[in-house]
């Protein structure tokens, strides 16, 4: 009687050791009507477009803030506020327009054994604004990256309400100014809030809302970006996450190395990336109405977009709960 006692004792601190836990339940928080709640929202006409360092984007900004602190998730500690200023002067370029002040936006859910090591998941929340009186919606570029973040935030703070909140810290990072040259996500990797040696990894989600003309008969896709390029442990973990929750073709044509299009030097993972950072981008392709005033929220496939995110966070889950950090053990190329 007292061994079998002991012996069941034993196996549940093993257990309880274990990351044990599995998404599945929270997985299914992660819905399409909700995403489609937040995108007519943020791609909504009043955002006009989400200019960097405009007032529709600003806008923008406070409804992913009001967000945040509806489901009790906080700006980081070592922050002052929920924003770090991308100031004007380091996004002024010859020739380009002169952009005003912006801000990147940051949200932290602190991890219960290592807070010190982050993971974060970045999307860029500006578009291009308007031009000739015709608003430029962005619902997919990246409005679709955009609310992502704030389905796996809401996922995320419900496993922890559970007792079941990540090990290590997820970081929620809206960059701005990606539109006019990748500025937010340069500036953060730049004056990052914390040290990039002890960050593990950059999920960056830019357009998931939609489907390319390579995919006219299935949309059950995602293009992968970047995965393996400075960790196998990425990669495989990425690869499992998807056999086992979400099931979806994974492509990996952007993510040859002789990549005419070049896409893997082309959002903000790359900034990442380049300092030394394991970093996965997640896209549809390009579509007719990239970059269009067309870019509207009615054209989103919102069952798609829900399995696409729920992808990431079930990828994060695992990268933040996993005993041993993931390794760098390629050259990045
Ligand atoms: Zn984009």
Not at 190 to 212: H, Q, S, Y
């Amino acid at each position: 009687m007292k061994k079998t006692l002991m012996t069941g004792f034993l196996l549940s601190l093993f257990l309880a050791s274990c990351s044990s836990v599995k998404p599945n339940n929270y997985i299914k928080t992660i819905s399409a009507d909700d995403l489609k709640t937040h995108l007519y929202i943020v791609a909504g006409d009043e955002m006009e477009g989400r200019n960097t360092g405009e007032p529709g984007q600003k806008k923008a900004g406070r409804y992913l803030i009001s967000q945040y602190e509806k489901i009790g998730v906080s700006y980081p500690k070592e922050a002052k506020d929920w924003y770090q200023k991308v100031p004007a002067e380091f996004m002024a370029r010859p020739f380009s327009p002169k952009l005003g002040d912006s801000e990147n936006i940051w949200a932290i859910i602190e991890g219960s054994e290592k807070p010190e090591e982050i993971i974060v998941i970045s999307a860029h929340y500006d578009h291009v604004g308007m031009k000739n009186g015709e608003i430029y919606n962005g619902a997919d570029d990246d409005g679709s990256g955009t609310v992502a973040l704030l389905e796996i935030a809401k996922a995320f703070q419900q496993a922890k309400k559970d007792g079941h909140g990540p090990k290590r810290s997820i970081l929620f990072l809206h960059v701005t100014g990606e539109e006019h040259g990748l500025h937010g996500s340069r500036y953060y990797s730049e004056n990052p809030l914390f040290p990039l040696k002890n960050t593990v990894a950059d999920l960056n989600i830019d357009m998931i809302g939609r489907r390319d003309d390579k995919h006219k008969d299935n949309g059950n896709y995602v293009y992968l970006v970047g995965s393996d390029r400075l960790s196998t442990d990425l990669h495989k973990i990425s690869e499992e996450a998807n056999k086992n929750y979400t099931k979806l073709e994974l492509d990996y044509r952007y993510n040859d190395r002789n990549d005419p299009e070049r896409i893997y030097f082309r959002s903000d993972h790359y900034n990442f990336a380049k300092k030394g950072i394991p970093s996965l981008f997640y896209y549809n392709g390009s579509h007719a109405d990239y970059h269009k005033a067309t870019d509207t929220p009615d054209k989103i496939e919102y069952d798609l977009l829900q399995k696409r995110t729920q992808l990431v966070f079930a990828t994060a889950w695992e990268l933040a709960n996993r005993p041993e950090r993931i390794k760098v053990d390629r050259d990045g190329k």
